[in-house]
């Protein structure tokens, strides 16, 4: 079982509505973080999050650290968030690497 | 302010010759991170180095594989006698401080393609 799961793996929206990804994972960590990357291959840093909730925007991210789950939200969504998600997860134990989850695509049709 | 930047942005290599791809993090980030993405593949870490610590390397998948920082600022990738295997995107990140504690910045990356 990988340590860290995305859900769905591919999503397609209309315009205007709003998006949940789900990222679950089975192991601790000290931050889970929610990255973009577009067609063209550019990664933007979204959320790093440890605790609660954070919101920029259109973009909201909760985590749940007893349920080991992480959901990102996009209200009012635009074809120009087209891009691929991807949750990673944060070692608690000195080894800084981070472990990616295998991200979610998503496409927002006007 | 200048972002973290990338050399080459694209490197076409023959199998068994030596690459090195250039990593310029941003001005006062201490911790570096090296990933590579291949193609349909997810990301995967590769090297870290945080200030004068030694480096993470546990990534690395060979020992073709090095890397270096020097005076805690640029960093060179290196791959010795590549293998078509060898071919995807290498990205690399800086961040303030570790990687539980700060967002990291991506470079543009750098696409390797081994023929």
């Known amino acids: 079982k990988n340590e860290v799961e995305q859900s769905p793996q591919n999503l397609t929206a209309q315009e205007g509505e709003f998006i949940t990804i789900n990222c679950s994972y089975s192991v601790g960590i000290s931050a889970l973080h929610w990255l973009q990357q577009h067609p063209g291959g550019g990664i933007v840093s979204l959320f790093m999050l440890s605790s609660g909730k954070k919101k920029h925007g259109r973009l909201i991210a909760t985590i749940n650290i007893q349920e080991k789950h992480s959901s990102l939200h996009i209200t009012a969504s635009h074809p120009r968030d087209s891009a691929v998600y991807i949750c990673?997860?944060?070692?608690?134990?000195?080894?800084?690497?981070?472990?990616f989850g295998t991200g979610t695509r998503l496409t927002i049709i006007p | 302010g200048a972002g973290v930047s990338q050399s080459p942005s694209n490197k076409v290599t023959e199998k068994g010759k030596d690459v090195e791809l250039r990593c310029d993090p941003i001005?006062?980030?201490?911790?570096l991170y090296w990933y590579r993405q291949s193609l349909g593949q997810g990301l995967e870490f590769l090297i870290y180095?945080?200030?004068?610590?030694?480096?993470?390397k546990s990534g690395l998948p060979s020992d073709r594989f090095s890397a270096e920082r020097t005076g805690g600022s640029v960093s060179t990738l290196t791959i010795q006698r590549t293998q078509q295997e060898d071919s995807a995107v290498y990205l690399c990140a800086s961040s303030f401080d570790r990687a539980g504690k700060y967002e990291q910045y991506f470079g543009p990356g750098t696409r390797l393609t081994v023929t």
């Open positions: 990673a997860l944060a070692s608690p134990f000195g080894n800084e690497k981070l472990t």
């Open positions: 001005s006062g980030h201490t911790a």
């Open positions: 180095f945080q200030g004068n610590s030694a480096p993470d």
